[in-house]
Nanobody
Framework: EVQLVESGGGSVQVGGSLRLSCAAS????????IGWFRQAPGKEREGVSC????????YYADSVKGRFTISSDNAKNTVYLQMNILTPEDTAVYYC???????????????????????WGQGTQVTVSS
């Protein structure tokens, strides 16, 4: 059974940092794309970043480019999202999602779209206060 479990959320002040983790079980990250999404109250789910485990190709939404960094430790079957210079607009529940297959190498170059992912974690809350 494929499982994704997020951790690392919490409360932080403006300008602070957090590192989210997405631990995968039931599969290896050898041929996967992992995406990070977020959803704030009253807003639609937004794709934040994604990475291909095949070659490490990454993609970032404009809203987080230069502040967030996604990385993968395939030996630990874990994907990380380092979030720096956080603002109140980053407050949301953050989800990681996964999809497997050879198409994932090109999938991550076209954006972070929820419909392309078929396994989802339960989410972790990030709150940024001023």
């Amino acid at each position: 059974e494929v499982q994704l479990v997020e951790s690392g959320g919490g409360s932080v002040q403006v300008g602070g940092s957090l590192r989210l983790s997405c631990a995968a079980s039931g599969f290896t990250l050898d041929d996967y794309a992992i995406g990070w999404f977020r959803q704030a109250p009253g807003k639609e789910r937004e794709g934040v970043s994604c990475i291909s485990s095949r070659d490490g190709t990454t993609y970032y939404a404009d809203s987080v480019k230069g502040r967030f960094t996604i990385s993968s430790d395939n030996a630990k079957n874990t994907v990380y999202l380092q979030m720096n210079i956080l603002t109140p607009e980053d407050t949301a529940v953050y989800y990681c999602a996964g999809v497997q297959g050879p198409h994932t190498r090109t999938l991550v170059t076209t954006g972070v779209w929820a419909y392309e992912y078929d396994s989802w974690g339960q989410g972790t809350q990030v709150t940024v206060s001023s």
